[in-house]
Nanobody, 124 residues
Framework: VQLQASGGGLVQAGGSLRLSCAAS????????LGWFRQAPGKDREFVAA???????YYADSVKGRFAISRDNAKNTVYLQMNSLKPEDTAIYYC???????????????????WGQGTLVTVSS
């Protein structure tokens, strides 16, 4: 499975961006898909995930501002980011896995497939 993330850029605080991650190979509709981010000097952290059932999960820091969704017909997962803050600045990575258990959904080392990352910069 190959994942290709896009949509990053520079935005002012309070603005919005939508990230996309297109997948090829595998049975996309059966995958759990996640977004993680890594800021300079920090560990990679969980942002959001969506299971094949459509259930969604969010980090507390983005709940109410970000929304993850998927389009199985297009083999694409999205991350809509609203009310962006400077602390959201990071490289955002999409990830996928076909056999994650629920308790592992927030753990980046449990995902088998990764996109290349897209940079989001939020200016104050």
């Amino acid at each position: 499975v190959q994942l290709q993330a896009s949509g990053g850029g520079l935005v002012q605080a309070g603005g919005s961006l939508r990230l996309s991650c297109a997948a090829s190979g595998g049975t996309f509709s059966r995958y759990t898909l996640g977004w993680f981010r890594q800021a300079p000097g920090k560990d990679r952290e969980f942002v959001a995930a969506i299971r094949y059932s459509g259930h969604t999960y969010y980090a507390d820091s983005v709940k109410g501002r970000f929304a993850i969704s998927r389009d199985n017909a297009k083999n694409t997962v999205y991350l809509q980011m609203n009310s962006l803050k400077p602390e959201d600045t990071a490289i955002y990575y999409c990830a996928g896995d076909s056999s994650l258990i629920l308790s592992s959904i927030r753990l980046y080392d449990q995902y088998a497939y990764w996109g290349q990352g897209t940079l989001v910069t939020v200016s104050s």
